[in-house]
C-alpha cells in the first residue's frame, strides 16, 4: 500500500510526505483545535510547529528520490483552493484525534491526483485507500462517545511542501525539503 522501506547503496532511506503546511494565522487556530482535543481525548497532542495536512505519504525512499521527486513537484499546475474543516473526530483503530473536513475541493482532489502520478512515475507504490483529510490533533487519545462540532476553521491553500520525517522518541521531527506554489 505504502513505499515499502525503500533503502539506498549505503542502507540509508528518508521518510517523506507532501503536505500543506498552515501560515501562523492557520498554525494560531489549530494549536487552539489542538488543545481542545487534548482536553477532551487526552493522550499526546501534536506539537503546534508540526501541525499539518498530509497530501500524500511516501513513506521510506531512497535519498536519491529527493531531487526527482522535487522536480516532478515543481512541475504541478494545480489550483488554489480553500479546504472547511468542519468536524472533531476521534478514530479508535489507531486511537488518533483529528479535524476533519467533509467536502474534498476539487482542487484539492486533483493535487492529490497529480501527486499520486507523481509518486507511480518515479516507482513507489500507489495509494490505494481513499484520500481523508484530516489534521491529527493528537494520538494515543482515547475517543468517547460523542465528538463536538467545533467552529468551521477555512484553511486557503497557496501552496504545497515535501517533507522529511525523522522519528524520535519525544515525536516526529520534520524539515522542509521543498515548497510550490499552486495558481
Ligand atoms: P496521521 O497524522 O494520520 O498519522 C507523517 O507521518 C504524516 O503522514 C502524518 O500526517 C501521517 O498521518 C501521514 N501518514 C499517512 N499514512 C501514513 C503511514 N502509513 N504511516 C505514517 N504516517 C502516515
Wanted: aromatic share 8%; glycine share 6%.
Amino acid at each position: 500500500m505504502f513505499a515499502a522501506g525503500e533503502l539506498d547503496e549505503a542502507g540509508e532511506s528518508v521518510r517523506l510526505f507532501f503536505a500543506l503546511w498552515p501560515d501562523p494565522a492557520m498554525r494560531a487556530a489549530l494549536a487552539e483545535a489542538t488543545r481542545y482535543a487534548h482536553a477532551l481525548y487526552g493522550g499526546r497532542a501534536t506539537r503546534i510547529d508540526t501541525l499539518h495536512l498530509t497530501l500524500r505519504f511516501l513513506g521510506d525512499v531512497a535519498p536519491a528520490r529527493i531531487a526527482p521527486l522535487c522536480a516532478a513537484a515543481a512541475g504541478i499546475r494545480a489550483r488554489a483552493f480553500t479546504l472547511a474543516f468542519d468536524h472533531m473526530d476521534c478514530w479508535r483503530h489507531n486511537r488518533i484525534a483529528c479535524l476533519g473536513a467533509s467536502e474534498t475541493p476539487a482542487p484539492l482532489a486533483e493535487l492529490v491526483a497529480e501527486l499520486e502520478t507523481v509518486a507511480i512515475a518515479l516507482g513507489l507504490s500507489s495509494q490505494t485507500r481513499p484520500y481523508r483529510p484530516h489534521i491529527t490533533l493528537a494520538r494515543r487519545a482515547t475517543c468517547g462517545q460523542e465528538n463536538p462540532a467545533p467552529q468551521k476553521l477555512l484553511w486557503t491553500a497557496r501552496d504545497f511542501v515535501l517533507v522529511r520525517s525523522s522519528l524520535r522518541a519525544t515525536g516526529a521531527r520534520y524539515q522542509q525539503l521543498g515548497r510550490w506554489p499552486l495558481l
